[in-house]
């Protein structure tokens, strides 16, 4: 008897769970959604507070900055607490990284972020593996002296260091050749799928390594597999509008860790496209 009341519930419990709607069964995006102010650079060219009141609009709290527009760090971090803004990370010229990374350490901690990194390895015509390497030594560096200030440094993948190398990519070199625990990674999504690799199989493959990522969706269209790092700022569009498969890149993230999630929108229209990319990560499912 007790077994037979074992196997009804299971056939119940079964039953009741598929008949639910997929909506109430699917994975969802949880994290709270930040941005990455390059996206309103104009708009911070004109007027600071005005373009902070806007942020706070949005509803946004969590923030990537890209400098203080002539502002003192100290100033630029009162006017963003004053907007109800948390900042989280910043980016940095990486000559700053590779010449005086105190100097990074103690603008990094006026501006009261968790983490310092840049976006561009500057280079001689097509990134090799003398480059790479010669940057991995700069982030090792640079990873040391801002964790004794409790920082972490981190690099945004921009395209160009896909080029191959080896078996796989001079993207996986610098991995093997940085210290996984001073220097972390930020994923832009766009950077990943315009030279043509994998995002999830990206964050799959790297886990942990990878703290925060910048949601940047491209327009259906544009031709994959260019190693430039440079793309019109025209290319990029509200997120689900574009050729992105979001729902396994989100699923992805989440399950190697990613902490912390910016919309960067370059585009001209970006004001226009932050708030319906902010309804489409609420909406989003897996």
Not at 135 to 163: C, W
Request: overall charge positive; some cysteine; glycine content about 10%.
């Amino acid at each position: 008897m007790k077994g037979n009341i074992t196997t009804y519930m299971l056939v119940f419990l079964s039953s009741w769970f598929i008949g639910l709607p997929a909506m109430a069964r699917a994975g969802s995006f949880k994290a709270e959604p930040g941005l990455q102010f390059y996206s309103l650079r104009d708009d911070f060219k004109k007027d600071v507070p005005g373009t902070l009141k806007k942020v706070q609009a949005f509803g946004i709290r969590l923030v990537e900055l890209a400098g203080t527009y002539d502002l003192p760090p100290a100033k630029f971090k009162e006017l963003l607490g004053a907007h109800g803004l948390n900042p989280v990370s910043a980016h940095f010229p990486y000559d700053r990284f590779k010449d005086d990374p105190e100097s990074v350490a103690r603008e990094a901690k006026a501006l009261g972020v968790r983490y310092a990194g840049c976006a561009w390895i500057p280079h001689t015509g097509v990134f090799d593996e003398k480059q790479c390497r010669g940057a991995a030594e700069v982030f090792n560096r640079a990873g040391a002296a801002l964790a004794k200030h409790g920082l972490k440094f981190f690099y945004h993948t921009h395209g160009f260091e896909f080029q191959p190398h080896k078996q796989g990519t001079l993207f996986d070199l610098l991995m093997a050749e940085t210290n996984p625990e001073s220097v972390f990674y930020e994923m832009d999504v766009f950077w990943v799928v315009h030279p043509g690799q994998d995002p999830a199989k990206l964050l799959a493959k790297y886990g942990k390594r990878w703290e925060l990522m910048h949601v940047k969706d491209m327009k259906k269209g544009v031709k994959t597999g260019n190693l430039s790092g440079k793309s019109d700022v025209t290319n990029d569009v509200t997120l689900g509008t574009g050729q992105m498969n979001w729902p396994a890149i989100l699923q992805a993230a989440e399950r190697a860790g990613v902490k912390y999630y910016f919309i960067e929108d370059e585009s001209p229209t970006s004001g226009q496209q932050i708030p319906e990319s902010l309804r489409f990560l609420k909406r989003v499912r897996w």
